[in-house]
């Protein structure tokens, strides 16, 4: 089992890549003092927790200064892979709380860490991880997995013909 985290005052939550467009390594990172943690999460991941948290943080006051974007720290070694990501709203503190568990396999018990937020950093971190998600390869319109600059074999053409546009 991996190492556990709870993180409930970090200086700084970021998502970044590592590797060219098509061939990129997401990586969810945060620092509490000395502790860095660094985990790989998919791009899909990071693109529902950027809608989840944009909702969270539209749903309360106005946020207050927004960070700035957030670039990678190094080392950018992962200490596991993300498997479920719960994301909820403390009132009484007012902190976004992110619940993030290791992906296992089922007769396993992963680690978990518990990142508490603020709505700040919130805000911020859903505004880079859409901006990184968009900047990837755009989706094919008919079967939406993602065009590379030679194209694809689409399945909805059997592979056999390019994706009427």
Not at 96 to 114: K, Q
Not at 121 to 141: D, H, K
């Amino acid at each position: 089992m991996s190492e556990g985290y709870d993180l409930s005052a970090p200086e700084r939550i970021t998502v970044g890549t590592l590797g060219p467009v098509g061939d990129r390594l997401f990586l969810l990172q945060c620092r509490q003092g000395p502790v860095l943690l660094t985990l790989k999460i998919e791009k899909q991941q990071v693109a529902v927790v950027a809608d989840y948290l944009a909702r969270i943080v539209r749903d309360q006051e106005r946020p207050g200064h927004l960070p700035d974007e957030v670039p990678l720290e190094e080392p950018a070694d992962p200490a596991w892979v993300v498997g479920t990501i719960g994301v909820s709203y403390d009132e009484s503190d007012d902190r976004v709380v992110l619940v993030i568990e290791e992906l296992v396999p089922e007769d396993e018990t992963g680690a978990i860490a518990r990142l508490s937020i603020s709505r700040e950093q919130a805000a911020g971190f859903a505004i880079q991880a859409t901006r990184l998600v968009e900047s990837g390869r755009p989706p094919c319109p008919l079967c939406g997995s993602p065009l590379d600059p030679s194209g694809h074999e689409c399945p909805r053409t059997n592979g056999h013909r390019p994706p009427a546009v």
